[in-house]
């Protein structure tokens, strides 16, 4: 279901996003033809538009290859709105390796800026900021990358309901966040625990979506007939 654009010669059918896709009112490529989704979250339309492809347009005389890939969890992690908060009483273990100094590491890992640490506070932690600019610094992201304009847009791209929503849900948090002003360790501990939260509650939809695909393989009596291979990039 999901190539590359400019090599699909190989598929009777492809649809992909846009670039790294939209996680609300999502834009696709189907076979070449842009079309545009309202009212929908980028996991579910996925995985509707997967079932739609086992139902309808594979073969049915032959063996066939389906390969659905989902935009989450890449940042900025944003879950659909059945599962905010979904893991907001949790506290993760924080790894060893989070406060690691680099000493004994290559300088090439030391500068690397792939650190959770350092993530946008509004495009990545969902924080309001007002006026003021983003501390973070973005931990690996693209050169010359505004993340309040891009959480603006994020939040442009809402319906007013899902607007309403989401910010019901991350408000409160952004206001508890200020009052607490966590600062060093505590501060840095904060932030892989709201990363975290939105990380797993991102995948949660995709987990949901994988349990649909196979539910629809049993359901048709096809899941022993069916070579599954789970992949990353």
């Not at 010669?9 to 070449?32: K, M, S, V």
């Not at 599962?83 to 406060?99: E, I, M």
């Not at 891009?150 to 309901?161: C, G, I, K, S, V």
């Amino acid at each position: 279901m999901n190539s590359n654009p400019q090599g699909h010669d190989g598929f009777d059918y492809w649809n992909i996003l846009n670039g790294q896709g939209e996680y609300y009112q999502p834009d696709f490529i189907e076979n070449g033809v842009p079309v545009h989704y309202n009212n929908t979250h980028v996991t579910d339309k996925i995985t509707e538009l997967t079932i739609d492809v086992l139902k309808n347009k594979a073969p049915k005389d032959k063996p066939w290859m389906m390969m659905m890939h989902h935009k989450a969890p890449h940042r900025n992690q944003a879950a659909p709105l059945r599962y905010l908060g979904h893991f907001h009483n949790k506290n993760f273990s924080v790894p060893d390796t989070y406060f690691d100094t680099y000493s004994t590491r290559c300088p090439a890992s030391a500068a690397a800026d792939n650190k959770v640490k350092h993530q946008y506070w509004s495009n990545d932690l969902k924080l309001d900021l007002g006026d003021k600019p983003d501390p973070g610094t973005g931990g690996g992201a693209y050169i010359n990358f505004d993340p309040k304009k891009a959480y603006a847009a994020f939040l442009n791209r809402l319906t007013d309901e899902q607007r309403a929503k989401w910010k019901e849900y991350y408000e409160p948090i952004s206001k508890a966040f200020y009052e607490a002003n966590y600062t060093g360790t505590a501060l840095e501990v904060d932030i892989y625990q709201r990363f975290m939260r939105d990380y797993m509650q991102s995948v949660a939809a995709v987990d949901e979506s994988v349990g649909q695909i196979l539910d629809y393989l049993e359901e048709t009596g096809e899941i022993d007939n069916t070579l599954i291979v789970y992949t990353s990039d």
